[in-house]
């Protein structure tokens, strides 16, 4: 059975049924012809590989009954009479399961691939196999079928955004995390939104404007009084008073300049007042979009651009708008106030310079998308010798502990030669070509005087005019040039703002609720119900964990390193939403909460540590900026770290974070540990607090922390088991669930996972004790 294929369109289409839907339009033909109606499809997705290991191409599609597998392989043909090829798609085989009939649908990783399985009672199937990179899309089709048997709409909390493939084109999009099209984008309504941060600033902005203008009409008037004037009033008139004349020449020429002159000082004078608070407001709002987006926005690849985003793309927009904007409109208003004057003079003559004009353009605008490829392999050349550096200097140690210096200065080598031949390339295109192009703008020049001259000799115009028409000539080269190069500096100006309006637009995964329960403090009480979570979709790190620790009691948790310990913290602060379940606070779900009064009563001791550039003191009353100088001490003294602060060169008034003082791991953790004791909150978690400390450091940290934890919820993370014996309540966590829960000593007595992980950390300390 064959299929035509069309071209790959990838955006959602619309169907009959009154719900949203996600089947791409490239499939459509194939699920037809195989008697499988697409527009009764609320999902289907792509796949790779049947069930024997083969590769082949195989279209999952589930409506609200069945669920549709189509294996098949999509090859290319020579159509009769036609003079290009297609694409066909010949179908092997046709699955049909019932959704009734499958159980509960999961994914298993293995090596290299995964497979789609089906669970119900004791039977389990294998109803796809696929690599692992379509695996995201597959993870969405089980929270499709999910959400048919509990009767939602089947999209519902299912992102289906194709992020490869621009929805109008059909073409890749260069950064899959970006999906804008270069193609398709409307730079125009970019730059009328860059236009709308100008709007507090329209006085200041007309201005400059009505000054460029004036700027302009002084540019064309200074060559008729200089050129046109002088010749055929001065000096081809000799019964006139020839020094009077040529003074009021002189005093005109000089009027003008000085009246130039002025202008272009109150146009930078009234820019400068105005470019950068408008590129700062720019910076502040992209700022600001970056805090409210959520933590997940963060982890992904794009984390490394966002300083570009602030920084670069910024700069870029602000030189576009100071050296390209405003000499955009002076240029554009010289060239069509000189054409205009030119044909007032003299049409025949300014016909013949239109002539050149043309051609000039078109070899300017040629030469700079020559030059244009030449910058991009310049900018990508500079991105890796960029990496290089900083790996180089970052990874110092391992280059010295493996003696690669050598081999690290060979390869940097390597890559600094290509970026010399880019620039090389680029150098000598630039001394070919212009010289070329004006030669050949001096042929238009040598016409327009020929043809100029015959008119001069014949009185059908004057010497002077034939001057300024020569003076105008090379006045129309510089526009044509800047506006040739002007495009290069349009278009890395819209790619920046693209990317600026990307993060401003950008909405966080966790926003503040819409109708948020009225609360002043919390007491404490955390319950978890049913929770899953995933980072990788598909790929579920806590699966239906269900937990309780009343106020004022202490849990510990244990488990191996990917149990999902620290992501259940994360839960719980709701730096992340689950895709299931809830987390409750005093009964109330985390998501109903304000988000203020949930982060400002739950504190966090993080095994990763950040400090910000800054003070220790600032650093320590970071969560409350409030805090006085004996309150910092004191919680200093709390996390035991007063000893070592008051042995640094300025006390607490020594610098940290980048570039400030080199603190080990263990005194960064009770700064930490400082910070977490004096924001005061009501709800503690203790994700490996102790874990970059000596024994006897460690020591005094667990004596403050217990006095800390009086009357305070508090969630004690830990790997080393010893640090928990003491807790009110155990909760041994395994693959995402919670498999034990108790005492220290019911759990020693079921004698299971907590007593297997307990004793091989205990034979550890022997042999380490031996040794």
């Known amino acids: 059975m064959k299929a035509k294929k069309k071209g790959k369109k990838t955006s959602p289409v619309k169907s009959n049924t009154d719900f949203k839907v996600y089947v791409p339009e490239y499939m459509h033909s194939v699920f037809r012809t195989n008697g499988i109606a697409p527009e009764k499809l609320c999902f289907a997705v792509h796949t790779d590989m049947t069930l024997g290991g083969d590769f082949s191409d195989v279209y999952v599609g589930v409506d609200k009954e069945n669920l549709y597998i189509v294996y098949g392989v999509e090859q290319v043909v020579k159509v009769d009479g036609a003079k290009r090829l297609v694409s066909e798609y010949l179908t092997h085989e046709v699955v049909t399961h019932k959704l009734s009939d499958l159980g509960e649908l999961d994914t298993e990783n293995l090596l290299s691939t995964c497979r789609l399985v089906s669970k ?25 079928t999910k959400n048919i048997g509990k009767g939602l709409e089947p999209l ?3 992102r289906v955004e194709d992020n490869l493939f621009c929805k109008e084109c059909g073409t890749r999009y260069p950064e899959p995390e970006r999906a804008m099209c270069a193609k398709c984008t409307d730079k125009m309504s970019i730059f009328f939104r860059l236009l709308s941060f100008f709007k507090y600033y329209k006085g200041k902005v007309l201005a400059c404007f009505l000054i460029m203008i004036a700027l302009t009409a002084l540019g064309i008037m200074a060559p008729i009084v200089g050129m046109q004037f002088f010749i055929d009033e001065v000096i081809m008139n000799p019964e006139s008073r020839w020094f009077t004349r040529v003074g009021a020449v002189v005093l005109i020429i000089m009027g003008i300049r000085f009246l130039t002159t002025g202008l272009n000082v109150l146009y930078q ?14 910076q502040v709002r992209i700022f600001e979009a970056m805090q409210r987006l959520s933590v997940s926005f963060y982890t992904s690849k794009r984390t490394g651009s966002l300083m570009n985003q602030v920084g670069r793309d910024s700069r870029n927009i602000y030189w576009f708008f100071i050296d390209g904007l405003p000499f955009v409109v002076i240029n554009l208003s010289m060239f069509i106030g000189i054409i205009t004057v030119m044909f007032i ?4 003559l300014a016909l013949l310079t239109l002539i050149i004009v043309p051609f000039a353009a078109i070899m300017f605008r040629m030469l700079m998308r020559m030059f244009r490829t030449f910058h991009h392999k310049f900018w990508v050349v ?6 290089m550096v900083s790996d180089s200097v970052n990874g110092q140690r391992v280059i010295k502990a493996f003696a690669r210096e ?18 090389t390339s680029s150098a000598n295109l630039a001394w070919t070509a212009f010289p070329l192009i004006y030669a050949f703008m001096f042929i238009g020049q040598v016409a327009v005087t020929v043809v100029g001259g015959m008119m001069v000799i014949n009185d059908q115009i004057t010497l002077g005019t034939l001057m300024l028409f020569l003076s105008f000539l090379a006045m129309l080269y510089g526009p044509l040039e800047f506006m040739s190069a002007v495009s290069n500096w349009w278009a890395r100006c819209v790619d920046a703002a693209q990317r600026v309006f990307e993060v401003i637009d950008a909405k966080a995964d966790i926003e503040e609720p819409k109708d948020p329960v009225k609360m002043t ?21 806590i699966k239906g964990m269900n937990l309780e620790v009343k106020a004022g009691k202490t849990l510990g948790i244990v488990g191996k390193t990917g149990s999902g310990k620290s992501t259940l913290a994360n839960l719980i602060a709701r730096l992340y939403d689950p895709i299931e379940g809830t987390v409750l606070v005093d009964g109330v779900d985390v998501k109903r909460m304000p988000l203020s009064l949930l982060r ?14 800054g003070s220790i003191a600032d650093n320590i009353r970071y969560a409350n900026p409030d805090a006085t100088v004996e309150q910092v001490v004191w919680a200093a003294k709390m996390a035991s770290a007063h000893d070592f602060i008051i042995s640094l060169p300025d006390g607490y008034e020594t610098r940290v974070g980048a570039g400030g003082q080199d603190l080990s791991g263990g005194e960064k953790q009770r700064l930490s540990i400082a910070r977490t004791i004096i924001q005061n909150p009501q709800i503690l978690i203790l994700d490996e607090a102790t874990a970059a400390m000596d024994t006897e450091t460690e020591g005094k940290i667990q004596e403050a922390l217990n006095k800390l934890q009086s009357g305070r919820t508090t969630i004690a993370i830990a790997h080393r088991l010893s640090t928990l014996k003491d807790v009110d309540s155990l909760a041994v966590i395994k693959e995402g669930k919670v498999v034990e829960f108790g005492t220290h000593e019911d759990l020693m007595k079921k004698k299971g996972e907590y007593h297997k992980l307990y004793n091989i950390q205990l034979e550890g300390l022997k042999v380490i004790s031996m040794d």
């Open 600 to 613: 400002s009563q739950i504190g966090i001791v993080s095994q990763e540590i950040y400090l910000f550039i």
């Open 382 to 387: 500079n991105s890796q010798l960029n990496n």
């Open 406 to 423: 050598d081999e690290e200065s060979r390869r940097f080598g390597a890559s600094s030669s290509k970026q010399a031949l880019i620039q």
């Open 269 to 282: 004078f009234v820019l400068s007042k105005t470019m950068p608070w408008i590129i700062y407001d720019l």
């Open 120 to 144: 119900k009672d004791d039977k389990r199937e294998i109803l796809l196999l696929f690599t692992l990179g379509h695996t995201g899309f597959v993870g969405k089709m089980i929270k499709v």
């Open 521 to 541: 403090k919390i007491k404490g009480d955390i319950k978890i119900k049913d929770l899953w979570f995933q980072y990788e979709p598909a790929v579920p790190i």
């Open 156 to 158: 519902f909390e299912v």
């Open 345 to 348: 003079m003299q049409w025949e």
